[in-house]
C-alpha cells in the first residue's frame, strides 16, 4: 500500500456545567462543601480587587493595570485544583493567583503601582514570579518540572497562557522539550479571543489550540473556561496525571476577556458590544453562584456576607499598599548578590 | 501643517504606501487597532489586509518573516510593540538582515525598515521603557536612526524606506504627542548618517538624540542663563554616526557632554568619548562628561525618574564640564 495514515488524532471539548446550569453528573468533580465555599469567596474577591484595580488606576493611583474580569473560573479553579506542593507560572493576568497561594493581597498592589517588591513572593507559595514578555513562562515552567523530576519530588507545573502565547517560539520549545523530557508540566492555555486587538483566527490557523499537543506528543483538550466546575476537573486530572509520572498536557480554556488588555487598551475598536453581551451571559461567577444555590450554600445574606469580606480584604490591601514605604536606592541593591564597587559609586551619584 | 511626532510618522507611512505598493506594514495590532501608540491608526482602513498585517503574536516571526519579504522584493515596515521586546527577533537582525548583503557578496539585501518604539519616562510596565541602541550599533550592517522632533521623524522615516540596507527606527515613545510642530506636506528625506545642530555655541558641546534631545533642550536654557554658551548636537543617525560634526564642533569648544538614557558601561556615549579622544585630545579642556541611565535594570515605573536623565542632572553636567 503506496499510502498509509500514519497519525490520526482528536481533540475533546469537556464543559461539566453548561451555560443554564445544567450538570453532566458523570463528569461533575467531587468537591467538599468548605472548598466550593472557598472558590466562591475567591471568585468574588479577584472581581473585587480587579474593579477596584481599574478605579485606582483611573485616579492615578496605581500605573498600567491588566484586568482579568471574566476570567476568574481559571485562575481559581485551577489554583484549588493543584496541591501545595505544585508550582504554578502564572501570567501577569492571573497576579491574583498569588495572594490564592497565600501571599498578602497588598502584594499584588504593589506590582501594578510600579514596585518590585510585590514579587518579593516566598518560595514557599510555589509560585513562580509573572513576566512581562510573552510566553517566557512556558520554558521556564517545562525545566522547572525537570527539577522537580530530578530531586524526586511529587510535584507538577502548572503554567499558565493566553492564546498569544501559542504563537511565539517559545510556546512551542517548551511544548517540544515537555515531550521529549516527559516533564510533569501542565500547559493550561486561556483562549479569551484576543491577544489585544487580534482575534484568534489571524493568530493561528488551527482549529484549536489544543490539537497542537498532539503534534508534540502528549495529549490536548479543550473545556469550557468559564465554569469552574470544569476547569477544576481538567486541571485536577491532568496535574494529578502530570504528578505521577505521566506525559505532559495541554488544556485550553474557552473564554473572554470582559474588559481592556489594559487599562491603556479600548476594546471599543475591534469588537461589538453584542459580542461582549454574549458572554456576560456566560459570566463565570454567576454560573457558579446557580450551582451553589442548588449545593444550599448560596443564598442572598450568603452573597452579601461575601461581598462585605471581599470588600473588606480589598480595602485593607489597598490601606497596606499605600502606606508601604519603598526604598529607592533598593534599584541598584539586587543586581547581584553583592553590590560591585561601581554600583556602589552609580548609587551615590543617583541618589546625591 | 502641525502635528506630533505619531501624526508625522502615521501620514509618513500613508504617503510611502500610496506611492509605493510593495510598501507593506506588519506587526501586533497595528491594523484594526492602529496600533497601540495609534502610530498606524487608518492603514488598515485605506489598504486592507493584505499590506497591513495584523501578525501573530511573535516577534521573531515577525523580523523572520520580513527578512523574507525585504530579500524578495517587498518593502516591509515592521513594528516591535516595545523595544524591550525584540530579543527574540534580534537573532533574525543580526544573524540574517545585517549579513544577507556581505554573505552573497551583494546579491542580496534586505531592505527592511523596524519601527522600535523606545524611552522611558512614561511610567510604562517593565521592558517598556527600553533604551537598546548598543546592541544594533555594535553590530554592523544594520542602520540605526532616531528622530527627536516631528519633522525630523517624518523625513527619517522616508529616508529609511528608500534606504537599501536595514533600517532600525527608534521612536521615542515620550515624544509621540509632547509637542507640535510645523511638518512639510510634501514627500521629503532627511539624510541617513548626517547630524543636526539645534543650536550654535561656544563653552560646551552637547550631544543628544530622540528623547533626550527633547530633555536636554530645557538644560540648554538653563545653562545660557548661567552664561554657558552650549553647542547642541543632535545626532539623528546613530549608526552610520556624524563623526566629522562632533569632531568639528568638540574642536570649537573643547569640552562636551553627551546625553543618553541607555546604560552606561558600552552606552554609545562610550565610543562618542573614544572617538574624541582619538582625534581631539589636544583640543580638550575638560574630561567628557557622560549622563546616562544607571547600569542597573530599568526600575519599575515607581522609582523610574531616579534612573533616566532629567534636565537637571543635564544641567549639573554641564556647568561643571564648563567650569572644569
Known amino acids: 500500500m503506496p499510502v498509509k495514515r500514519v497519525f490520526e488524532g482528536s481533540v475533546d471539548y469537556v464543559q461539566v456545567m453548561d451555560k443554564d446550569g445544567k450538570v453532566d453528573k458523570s463528569l461533575e468533580p467531587k468537591i467538599p462543601n468548605e472548598t466550593l465555599d472557598r472558590m466562591y469567596r475567591l471568585m468574588v474577591q479577584q472581581r473585587t480587587w480587579d474593579r477596584k484595580c481599574l478605579a485606582l488606576q483611573r485616579t492615578g493611583r496605581m500605573y498600567t493595570y491588566a484586568p482579568c474580569e471574566g476570567q476568574e473560573a481559571i485562575s481559581v479553579g485551577a489554583s484549588q485544583a493543584v496541591s501545595n506542593n505544585d508550582w504554578i507560572f502564572p501570567t501577569y493576568r492571573e497576579s491574583f493567583m498569588y495572594h490564592i497561594r497565600g501571599a498578602p493581597l497588598y502584594m499584588m498592589n504593589l506590582i501594578w503601582m510600579g514596585l518590585e517588591e510585590g514579587l518579593k513572593l516566598d518560595k514557599k507559595y510555589r509560585a513562580f514570579p509573572l513576566a512581562i514578555p510573552i510566553a517566557t513562562q512556558h520554558p521556564h515552567a517545562v525545566g522547572g518540572a525537570y527539577a522537580l523530576k530530578l530531586k524526586g519530588e511529587k510535584a507538577a507545573t502548572v503554567v499558565f497562557g493566553g492564546d498569544g502565547s501559542t504563537s511565539e517560539g517559545e510556546f512551542h520549545d517548551a511544548m517540544n522539550f515537555a515531550g521529549v523530557l516527559q516533564t510533569p508540566t501542565v500547559f493550561v492555555i486561556s483562549n479569551n479571543q484576543y491577544a489585544i486587538s487580534v482575534p484568534v483566527k489571524w493568530q493561528t490557523a488551527s482549529e484549536t489550540i489544543a490539537q497542537k499537543a498532539l503534534a508534540y506528543g502528549f495529549k490536548g483538550i479543550q473545556a469550557d473556561g468559564n465554569d469552574i466546575l470544569t476547569v477544576y476537573k481538567v486541571v485536577k486530572d491532568a496535574v494529578d496525571s502530570a504528578r505521577e509520572g505521566k506525559v505532559p498536557v495541554l488544556i485550553e480554556f474557552i473564554t473572554y476577556r470582559m474588559g481592556a488588555h489594559t487599562t491603556a487598551d479600548d476594546p471599543t475598536k475591534y469588537r461589538s458590544d453584542d459580542e461582549v453581551e454574549y458572554w456576560r451571559e456566560r459570566d463565570p461567577i454567576t454560573r457558579f453562584q446557580g450551582y451553589l444555590k442548588e449545593k444550599g450554600i448560596w443564598n442572598e445574606d450568603y452573597e452579601k456576607e461575601v461581598q462585605e469580606e471581599a470588600k473588606k480584604l480589598v480595602e485593607e490591601a489597598v490601606q497596606k499598599a499605600e502606606d508601604y514605604k519603598a526604598d529607592p536606592k533598593d534599584m541598584f541593591r539586587y543586581t547581584f548578590a553583592h553590590m560591585t564597587k561601581d554600583l556602589e559609586e552609580q548609587m551615590k551619584e543617583a541618589f546625591e | ?324
Open chain 2, 1 to 324: 501643517m502641525k502635528m506630533h511626532m505619531a501624526q508625522a510618522i502615521n501620514t509618513c507611512l500613508f504617503q510611502e504606501m500610496e506611492r509605493d505598493e510593495s510598501v507593506i506594514v506588519m506587526g501586533e495590532d497595528v491594523g484594526i487597532d492602529g496600533g497601540v501608540f495609534r502610530v498606524t491608526e487608518g492603514l488598515y482602513k485605506k489598504f486592507g489586509r493584505p499590506r497591513v498585517i495584523d501578525s501573530p503574536l511573535s516577534e521573531a516571526g515577525i523580523v523572520g518573516t520580513a527578512v523574507g519579504m525585504a530579500a524578495l522584493g517587498l518593502k516591509p515596515v515592521a513594528e516591535m510593540q516595545f523595544q524591550g521586546f525584540v530579543y527574540n527577533a534580534y537573532h533574525h537582525l543580526v544573524q540574517h538582515a545585517a549579513r544577507l548583503r556581505n554573505r552573497t557578496r551583494g546579491m542580496f539585501n534586505v531592505p527592511l525598515v523596524l519601527r522600535l518604539p523606545y524611552s522611558g519616562g512614561i511610567h510604562a510596565l517593565e521592558h517598556h521603557g527600553e533604551s537598546l541602541e548598543t546592541i544594533f550599533i555594535h553590530f554592523p550592517g544594520m542602520k540605526v536612526v532616531c528622530p527627536s522632533s516631528p519633522y525630523e521623524a517624518k523625513g527619517l522615516l522616508a529616508a529609511s524606506i528608500s534606504d537599501e540596507d536595514t533600517v532600525l527606527y527608534f521612536e521615542p515613545k515620550r515624544l509621540y504627542r509632547a509637542f507640535k510642530e510645523d511638518v512639510p506636506e510634501e514627500r521629503y528625506e532627511i539624510e541617513i548618517g548626517k547630524a543636526h545642530k539645534v543650536k550654535e555655541g561656544n563653552d560646551v558641546t552637547l550631544i543628544s538624540w530622540g528623547a533626550m534631545t527633547y530633555v536636554s533642550k530645557g538644560a540648554v536654557e538653563d545653562a545660557e542663563k548661567e552664561g554657558i554658551s552650549v553647542e547642541h548636537i543632535d545626532l539623528r543617525s546613530l549608526a552610520p554616526c556624524d563623526w566629522d560634526s562632533i569632531h568639528e564642533s568638540v574642536r570649537k569648544t573643547g569640552r562636551c557632554v553627551v546625553v543618553h538614557e541607555a546604560k552606561k558601561t558600552l552606552g554609545f556615549a562610550a565610543e562618542i568619548s573614544a572617538r574624541i579622544t582619538e582625534k581631539d585630545l589636544l583640543s580638550l579642556e575638560a574630561p567628557i562628561k557622560r549622563v546616562t541611565g544607571w547600569d542597573i535594570i530599568i526600575p519599575y515605573p515607581k522609582f523610574e525618574e531616579y534612573y533616566y536623565p532629567d534636565q537637571k542632572r543635564i544641567l549639573k553636567a554641564i556647568i561643571e564640564t564648563a567650569r572644569f
